[in-house]
């Protein structure tokens, strides 16, 4: 943790004990955009290991299906807070004067992502790829279509960007046949690697201009926020506080895998494969990139100002500096 988020620790965690057991905890209703990936866990830790509790927190936790009906639950008051959403849907829906504030970052790069073919392909990296060949993404927009837009560019890369869906759907489409490439993110299909059923040809840290940049995002509900200040700053503090835990438990490491099914042995990795120094909720960085490839993809009219970039940004839940 940084000395910025430790002293924040202190003065939220002495605010907290000064308030004593008689007064109730704050209630937090909050929407997790993608299941199963390692950093969207760090809120079950918050919450099964008592750290909530710790900062005055009643927080619940829904599934969003997906980052755009996840920030559009927050959009409309149903949830206060969504967790891991993809900054370039936050930032368009406050250029279209939407009521959401980002709080913090949730990963910088996409260094969780991969690219995989079947173990017989003559494919050993992206650089093989032939021109008309498949480099795979999920849908138009999402993270995996910027990642795979930068690999190619980043490569120069001949491939065919191809919208397979999600992980499931890439996995079948590749071992039937009907692509070059699969994609998916770490833990998911980390057995059929394992058991040589497929092969990794590269992983997001491809996509070098990428690095560094903030991708996913903690935002919240203006209006909630407005109101519940003091709330959304413990609330960061404790989730940053869970996520050093998340990181070195082995204990929340089986949690983990249990809650999704996953063998112990695809999941005790998790921590190497996405750094921690890529997940702490500060710095937020890369905001300029994401608005000019918020205007390249259309998602916004114009270049939000450097005024407006600040007011979007409430970091830890404080207001803009």
């Known amino acids: ?67 755009a009906a996840s920030l559009q639950a927050v959009l409309t008051g149903s949830q206060d807070v969504v967790w891991g959403n993809g900054v370039l849907g936050v930032l368009s829906a406050y250029a279209k004067g939407a009521p959401i504030r980002v709080l913090g970052s949730n990963i910088r790069g996409v260094p969780d992502l991969y690219w995989y073919v079947k173990a017989d392909s003559p494919i050993k990296t992206f650089t093989d790829l032939k021109a008309g060949q498949e480099l795979a993404y999920s849908r138009p927009g999402s993270t995996t279509n910027l990642a795979a837009i930068y690999i190619k560019n980043a490569l120069g890369l001949k491939a065919k960007l191809t919208s397979v869906g999600g992980p499931s759907g ?33 992983t997001g840290k491809a996509a070098a201009g990428l690095n560094g940049v903030t991708i996913r995002v903690i935002a919240a509900n203006l209006n909630w926020l407005n109101k519940n200040r003091e709330a959304a700053k413990r609330l ?7 996520r050093s835990t998340t990181y070195t438990s082995e204990k929340r490491l ?65 207001k803009p500096r």
Request: aromatic residues 6%.
């Open 170 to 202: 890439s996995r079948t489409q590749l071992m039937s046949g009907q692509v070059a490439t699969g994609w998916s993110v770490y833990p998911l299909n980390k057995g059929l690697i394992r058991q040589g059923k497929i092969r990794v040809i590269g």
């Open 254 to 318: 089986r949690a983990y895998a249990k809650r999704w099914k996953l063998n112990y042995e695809d999941v005790k990795s998790a921590p190497q494969d996405t750094p921690p120094e890529l997940t702490t909720m500060l710095p937020l960085s890369g905001l300029d990139k994401i608005n000019e490839i918020a205007l390249q993809n259309k998602k916004i009219k114009k270049l939000l100002t450097a005024a407006q970039l600040k007011e979007l940004v409430h970091p830890m839940g404080h």
């Open 1 to 67: 943790m940084s000395k910025m988020l430790k002293s924040l620790a202190i003065g939220v965690a002495g605010a907290t004990l000064l308030a004593g057991p008689s007064f109730a905890a704050d209630k937090v209703r909050l929407v997790n955009s993608t299941k199963v990936v390692f950093e969207m866990d760090h809120p079950y830790t918050c919450i099964e290991e008592g750290i909530c509790k710790k900062y005055g927190l009643d927080v619940s936790v829904i599934h969003g299906s997906g980052g």
């Open 236 to 242: 960061m503090v404790a989730m940053e506080e869970s």
